[in-house]
């Protein structure tokens, strides 16, 4: 506790990774942003929705604003911030999230408002869900040892309970992805009902109409040849092919369990799934797959033949 606590206190090791960017705490930025004249009543309305959807999870707690940092005026030519942003997102060891502005990052406000506190959104509801994951850690040799995260698992050897997906796969039996997705599904879902109760409609240019669709989780097949056309900077044609690399990475993979295996229930599964990611207790979602594919249904979907191997231990 005392190696975590002094992680948690200096977070200057995940800010030190972006030198060219500015980060100030989240509710600094709000307040910035609106003494400037931009309406963030979507972002805070977007925050309310989770922590009502959230309560019903069993999370009881959002990730406080002051854990948040977000970056923006960077001195990086070019710079291009959002969701997809590399090296980014909630950190665990630190309880913090890292988040940067969406759009070009050249300025402390953003160029366009809307898009960009619908991104912060997604991404805040995202890392609540991170944070509010059940975790359990264990003492390897004097360093803090994650061996519970949600509902996956890894021993002090390092042996995740699952395996990677092979390069390619339309399909997961891997929990990162599943959690990772169950996690995206959900704060797009808050970040579409936001945009739609503010009549915020997609912006005319290719990447802006992608990022809106890729923020309220309504990216199309035909979105990736999209992508595709995406000019501009490097940074810009980067952030649209990650955009899409996510988009059938993690959310297509993860649509696609809850159609395999819970047919015509997949909101009742995704739900049980963020129950168990929030509680870290496997019984009621193991006993539903149970009744619906036979005994045994999580460890024979997701472990690893390796995981109890002989000889791996820490």
């Known amino acids: ?17 972006h030198p060219a960017h500015v980060f100030r705490p989240l509710s600094e930025m709000l307040s910035e942003w609106e003494a400037d004249g931009i309406d963030t009543a979507p972002f805070h309305a977007g925050v309310e929705t989770a922590a009502h959807r959230y309560a019903g999870c069993g999370l009881a707690q959002l990730l406080p604003f002051e854990r948040v940092l977000v970056g923006c005026e960077s001195s990086r030519t070019g710079a291009f911030g959002g969701f997809h942003h590399p090296d980014q997102g909630y950190r665990h060891l630190h309880m913090v999230a890292v988040i940067t502005m969406y759009g070009p990052m050249g300025h402390r406000n953003p160029e366009c408002p809307a898009l960009a506190l619908l ?8 890392d609540c869900l991170h944070y509010g994951a059940r975790r359990r850690y264990v003492e390897v040799a004097g360093v803090p040892v994650r061996t519970q995260y ?18 390619g796969s339309h399909h997961t039996r891997n929990l990162g992805i599943v959690m990772e997705g169950a996690c995206d599904k959900e704060a797009r879902a808050i970040t579409r009902q936001a945009a739609e109760r503010f009549g915020l409609t997609e912006p005319s240019d290719v990447l802006g109409a992608l990022a809106f ?31 899409t690399g996510f988009e059938k990475g993690v959310n297509r993979r993860y649509a696609r369990f809850l159609e395999g295996f819970a047919p015509g229930e997949e909101g009742d ?46």
């Open 213 to 243: 669709r890729d923020m309220t989780g309504t990216l199309t097949e035909e979105d990736a040849d999209c992508a595709a056309r995406v000019s501009g900077s490097d940074e810009r044609t980067r952030y649209a092919a990650a955009l």
């Open 119 to 126: 991104d912060l959104l997604r991404a805040y509801a995202h």
């Open 269 to 314: 599964c995704h739900a049980r799934l963020l129950g168990a990611i929030i509680s870290g207790d496997l019984t009621a979602l193991g006993a539903w797959l149970d009744e619906r594919h036979g005994p045994g249904t999580f460890a024979g979907l997701f472990r690893t033949p390796r995981y109890f191997e002989p000889g791996l231990t820490a």
């Open 150 to 167: 949600g509902i996956n698992y890894r021993r002090t050897s390092g042996q995740s309970y699952s395996a990677a997906d092979q390069r």
């Open 1 to 17: 506790m005392a190696a975590l606590a002094a992680m948690r206190a200096d977070p200057s090791s995940l800010t030190g990774r």
